[in-house]
Structure formats: structure tokens, C-alpha cells
């Protein structure tokens, strides 16, 4: 099993070991210090936004975007209070899931409040990991003292918000003239087809077969299919279902919400532009980034962290919060980037932050008041500021549950395993579509999509250098042993290269499975280089799956094993090996004593993939590919830790994505 951690033996010639070298690099990962990365010019923003939502978008498995099917939605039960209504609410995200959720509107005096040509404001509030979500109840939770409680600290002003502050939310919202859609996510309240809200991986959902696999399964990796691009489709079409209801004004848009709800604001705050303002409280942080499979996916933190996502909504109005938890430090690690970003934008005063660091992790009353100030600001309804909470009559489970006769009201409804089968199924029959049209000419975010996974501007200008170690000579070809060193990132990895005295012009990188190894006869006029691959060669230790929890054991089918964890924050050992090719090709280029007239990559079998993706990333500056690509196809890949998996391989193509990108 391929791993992470690696030390580097490597035995030279038959008479000489020259070095042992350590390619150690420990595994990033949620708990790590996730700073933000600067700009020098506001000038410059447009563009690095579009590289985060672009590389969020691919690693919810939604770049592109799925067709939107049918919302085929209801809305029915009524349930009047004063001066708000709620509605229980279903549409399908995919054919055949459904996502749930209550449905707050203005009534009585407050119908007054927020109209703008005859249109108010709308809002959707992901609820994040509050016990049963929208049905949340701190009695429950905690019995009748933890309700007290809530009330002595100042957490909360009235019984009916310290139950539920969740609804408590939606309820002032509604009040203040806006229509509030509050939805399910996976396993909480109403959303009970995927019975748990997240998964380990389980054996019986592996397989090869269409319509057969589950989430954290190796085939739904290499489709980028996982919970939290799921999560992030339903917050896509909570959207559309939100826009598309009378009197909604689609210039006044708000998502809100806290923890894991305020991951969810974030990225559909970043990735859909029809938001217009956003509020997530209680997760924007450098410190830890989202503990559960509903906020990580493959690729989603190379590169940026919460603060970049979070800034990914900048120059629209963006209002944060912390508390005592992980983002007790925002005052000084992230809120300084975000004000100054804000300033260089010249919207200082589109940004708000708020440190109640005197509470625990929360969505209370003081961070709501907060909130209700942000809105009545920026969607200019008229209130005089502070905007209050007022009391409400509770409302319990069965007011607001869509399954009023205990029973799933929605035609074709079905839970459990066969729903998540066939709910892949589905996603993966719309890639396959759209792959079809793609590898006809059709767009192009095919090449978009590799661009991320290979992180094509990483390396595509890299410099890097040759230090030689050791040479003899075998006949008329120099035999020299030697490390390059890439400027991008420092690695520096062992080479082996053959240079004859009648030397052509042309370099042969020779990709070998056993690196440099490997034994070399005939060079013909090319000189032949031989690069030491990541993971070659080596000893590797350390499961790369433990990186969500450092060494604290868990099982072999825990959620905290899934593969997001470490492809998240983390390139995959085959990138690593594309990345060092690049930097032996460009030692070519830009070695001072050589004049070199060609380039080519040779490889065959699993290692043609990353010949190609070589030539995918360098383009013109190779020459030719002698790719004998064999039975090798990421179709194959069947193990997370596979050396050749790449999430997201075959939603691009597989091997036939990646060679037509390199014929371009």
C-alpha cells in the first residue's frame, strides 16, 4: 500500500550507493495552519477568484454543472404564526432525491417590510451539525437546564429561540419581510434516503458496475462523486427553487449560516453568482477547516484555505463571526487579509466582522442580531438598527416535518442503499454526457478540469537544475548519476542520464517502473534521462488515510478514513510523478551547455498516463509521446491508495481524456 511519508534508497550503480535521500512530506491537513494567499493589486483578484471557484466547482464533481433537471417541487401545510407562515417544501435535486425543508414567509405586519418593486428579499439557511437540524431542541439536547442556560449567559433572550435558534432564524428573517428556505442536509431531520450522514467506506458499495457503487467507494473517487458535492448540488437547486417563487427579487439574495452551514454559505456563496450577500458565522478560520465529509472533497484546499473561499465572494457583501472554538484567532489570522482585500477592492464597507469570542460555537442571538444588521443594511429595508428578535410560539417537529402522516408523500421515493446507488448513478450518467460532448469539441472545461487536478500552473514555467554526483564512462556514452532540484516547491529527486559522444540533439525521458534501476543498453544518438519518480525506490510508512485525526486510531470503515481527508490538501502520488517529469524537461530547456533540438517522453502501461499528462501540462515545448498505454485505464484503479489514483480521473476522460488533451 502506497503512503505519504517517504524515504528514499537509492542504489546507483552496482559499487557505488552515492546518497540516501528523504522526500518526507508529511501529509496537510484540516488542523494545519491554512493562511491566505495575498495579492499584490485588487487588479489581480477577478482572476485569482476564478482559480478558487474554479477549483471548488471540480472538487464538489460539479465543473460543469450537472443538467438541471425538474425541480418537481411542492409546497403545502401551511402553518400560520404571527406575522410569518411556514410551509413544508420538497424538490428534487437529482431525479429521485429529494431535498426537504420549511418554507418561511411574511405575513400580517410584516408584509410591509422589505418590498422592492413589489419583490423581497430571499434567503437560504444551510443549518449545519445541530442535533436533527431544523428540528433541532436544546431540551432535547441538553434537558430544561441547558435551556436556562442559554438564557442566563446571554445566549439567547426567549424559551422559544433557546429551543431552537436554528427556526428562531427563520422566523425574524421572514419577519423582516424576506422568504426563508431553511433545507435538509444529508441525515438530518427530513432527509432520511441516505441513512447516515456520512459514510466510511463499505465493501459492499464498491463496484465496477453503472449504478452500482456508493460514496467513498473508489469508482465514485474517480468520478469526484462524495457528500459534499452533493451537499453542494442541493444548495445549487435550494437556490433555483428559492428564485423561482413569485415575488422573490433575484437581486437581493442572502445565504447564512453557521458551522457546517456557514462551509456550505461559503461555497455556494463562491461558486453561484446569483448570491448577493453572505453571512457565515462561527467557521471561517485558518485553523481548522471543516471536520466532516460534507466540507471536504478531493482537490478543495491545494492551494487556498477557508479564508480563500470565503474571500472568493469579495466585493459582494460578506459578513463573518467568531466565538470561542477554531476561529477564536480570526481577529488576527484572516480577518486583517479579508479587511485589507475589502480595502484594495475600495468596498471597505461591504465587509463585517464580528469576535463574540466570549461564547462557545454558536449561532445565538448576539451573532443573529448581527446578522439582521448586515441585512437590513445591504438590502436597505428600512429598520432602525439594533433589529431585535421578538418572541414567537415554539414550533415543534410537527409543524414543520414534511412527512405529515409518518409516510414519504413524494411519488417514486426510495432510501437506504439502492437510493445512493442509483443517486450515482444518475450523477454519473449526466458526466458521461457531458464527457461525450466534450471529447467532441464541445467547451472547454475538459482541459480546465486536468489544468486543477495537475495544477498546470504550478509547474508549466518551473524552473529546475542539474547537480551531478557521479560519472563514468561505458564506451562512447557518459553514464552520470545526479539530483534536479525544482524551483517551484524545492524538491529535488535523482536522475540517471546517458549521453553519447554522437548525441543528435534529441533527449529521450524514459519513464521505468523501478526508476532509476533500471538498465539502459542502447541509447542510439538520443541522450537518455531517467528520472526516480515519487514513491520509486522507496520504503513508505504511515497510512495516508489516519490525516484526518494525526495518529489517533480509528477503524478500517470509519467517515474519519475517507480518502477527502488526504486528496483534499494533499496531490496524489501520481501528480507528484507528472510534476517530475516536467521539472527533468525543464532542465532540458534550460540547461546552458546543451542545444537541444527535441524532446520526448517514453512510458508504457500505467506510467503512459504520465507521459501524457506531461505533455498535457508542457504542450509545444515537448515534442513527441511514445505512449504504449497497454490495459491501463483509471477504470482499473481500485484502491484509494492505489499509486494511480487520480479523484476525478475518469469524470475527465480517463487515459482517452488526457490523450486528446495532449494531441491539442
Known amino acids: 500500500m502506497r503512503a505519504v511519508y517517504v524515504v528514499l534508497l537509492l542504489g546507483l550503480t552496482q559499487s557505488l550507493l552515492l546518497a540516501q535521500e528523504t522526500r518526507f512530506t508529511e501529509p496537510v491537513t484540516l488542523h494545519d495552519y491554512h493562511p491566505f494567499r495575498s495579492i499584490d493589486d485588487g487588479k489581480n483578484w477577478e482572476a485569482r477568484k476564478q482559480e478558487i471557484r474554479s477549483r471548488i466547482q471540480l472538487a464538489a464533481g460539479l465543473l460543469p454543472f450537472p443538467e438541471r433537471t425538474p425541480l418537481n417541487a411542492q409546497r403545502f401545510g401551511a402553518v400560520q404564526r404571527k406575522g410569518f ?21 411574511p405575513t400580517g405586519d410584516s408584509l410591509a417590510i422589505g418590498l422592492v418593486d413589489g ?109 459534499f458535492g452533493l451537499h453542494t448540488w442541493n444548495s445549487v437547486r435550494a437556490l433555483d427553487y428559492l428564485t423561482g417563487i413569485q415575488g422573490v427579487d433575484p437581486d437581493r439574495l442572502l445565504v447564512t449560516g453557521a458551522s457546517g452551514g456557514a462551509t456550505q454559505t461559503m461555497v455556494l456563496a463562491a461558486i453561484d453568482k446569483r448570491v448577493d450577500a453572505a453571512f457565515p458565522a462561527v467557521m471561517l478560520s485558518t485553523a481548522m477547516q471543516g471536520g466532516c465529509t460534507c466540507e471536504n472533497s478531493h482537490y478543495l484546499r491545494i492551494d487556498q484555505g ?52 466570549h461564547f462557545k460555537h454558536n449561532f445565538n442571538q448576539v451573532s443573529r442580531a448581527q ?16 433589529v431585535l428578535e421578538r418572541d414567537y410560539e415554539r414550533l415543534l ?6 412527512f405529515t402522516d409518518g409516510a414519504p408523500v413524494m411519488e417514486g421515493y426510495q432510501a437506504g442503499d439502492d437510493h445512493e446507488r442509483a443517486l450515482n448513478g444518475v450523477w454519473a450518467d449526466d458526466s458521461d454526457r457531458a464527457l461525450r460532448a466534450a471529447l467532441g469539441g464541445e467547451g472547454d472545461w475538459l482541459a480546465e478540469g486536468w489544468d486543477i487536478i495537475l495544477r498546470t500552473e504550478k509547474v508549466r514555467d518551473t524552473a529546475a537544475s542539474f547537480e551531478l554526483k557521479d560519472k563514468t564512462m561505458d564506451g562512447d556514452v557518459v553514464r552520470m548519476n545526479g539530483t534536479i532540484s525544482r524551483d517551484s516547491d524545492g524538491d529535488t529527486f535523482w536522475i540517471q542520464a546517458h549521453y553519447p559522444s554522437n548525441w543528435s ?36 510508512a504511515v497510512n495516508a488515510a489516519t490525516s484526518h485525526s494525526g495518529k489517533k486510531e480509528v477503524t478500517a470503515d470509519s467517515w474519519r478514513r475517507s480518502p477527502v481527508y488526504f486528496y483534499g490538501y494533499n496531490d496524489s502520488v501520481f501528480v507528484r510523478r507528472v510534476h517530475d517529469v516536467v521539472s527533468t524537461a525543464a532542465m532540458v530547456r534550460d540547461h546552458p551547455k546543451w542545444d537541444v533540438k527535441e524532446i520526448e517522453i517514453e512510458a508504457k502501461g500505467a506510467l503512459a498516463a504520465v507521459a501524457l499528462a506531461a505533455k498535457v501540462i508542457l504542450g509545444d515545448q515537448i515534442h513527441s509521446v511514445a505512449a504504449d498505454l497497454g490495459d491501463f485505464r483509471f477504470q482499473s484503479v481500485d484502491s484509494h491508495w492505489d499509486d494511480f489514483m487520480v479523484p476525478g480521473s475518469i469524470k475527465y476522460g480517463d487515459v482517452a481524456g488526457l490523450r486528446y488533451l495532449a494531441e491539442q
Open 306 to 357: 477557508n479564508v480563500d473561499i470565503g474571500a472568493a465572494f469579495a466585493p459582494k457583501p460578506l459578513g463573518i463571526t467568531s466565538a470561542d472554538d477554531w476561529t477564536i484567532e480570526l481577529e488576527i489570522k484572516g480577518h486583517p487579509n479579508l479587511k485589507a482585500l475589502y480595502e484594495q477592492l475600495k468596498v471597505p464597507g461591504n465587509y463585517s466582522a464580528h469576535f463574540n469570542t
Open 505 to 540: 540533439g534529441k533527449v529521450v525521458i524514459r519513464l521505468e517502473d523501478n526508476g532509476i534501476e533500471a538498465s539502459v543498453d542502447e541509447v542510439g544518438g538520443n541522450v537518455v534521462l531517467i528520472p526516480n519518480l515519487y514513491g520509486q525506490n522507496d520504503e513508505l
Open 397 to 402: 417537529e410537527e409543524d414543520l416535518t414534511i
Open 85 to 105: 407562515q411556514v410551509e413544508r417544501v420538497f424538490f428534487e435535486s437529482f431525479p429521485g432525491h429529494f431535498v426537504t425543508g420549511s418554507l418561511f414567509t
Open 371 to 386: 446578522m439582521y444588521d448586515f441585512v437590513n443594511q445591504h438590502f436597505e429595508l428600512g429598520l432602525k438598527p439594533p
Open 119 to 227: 419583490k423581497r428579499p430571499g434567503v437560504l439557511c444551510p443549518h449545519g451539525h445541530w442535533t436533527d437540524g431544523r428540528f433541532f431542541d436544546q431540551e432535547q439536547r441538553s434537558g430544561s437546564e441547558g435551556v436556562r442556560r442559554e438564557l442566563a449567559i446571554g445566549a439567547e433572550r426567549f424559551q422559544s429561540a433557546a429551543h431552537n435558534p436554528i427556526i428562531a432564524r427563520c422566523v425574524h428573517l421572514a419577519r423582516m419581510g424576506c422568504v426563508v428556505l431553511v433545507y435538509d442536509m444529508i441525515g438530518y431531520a427530513d432527509s432520511v434516503q441516505l441513512e447516515e450522514h456520512r459514510h466510511g467506506s463499505r465493501e459492499k458499495m464498491n463496484s465496477p458496475e453503472p449504478g452500482q457503487w456508493g460514496f467513498v467507494s473508489p469508482q465514485a473517487t474517480l468520478r469526484l462523486q462524495t457528500n
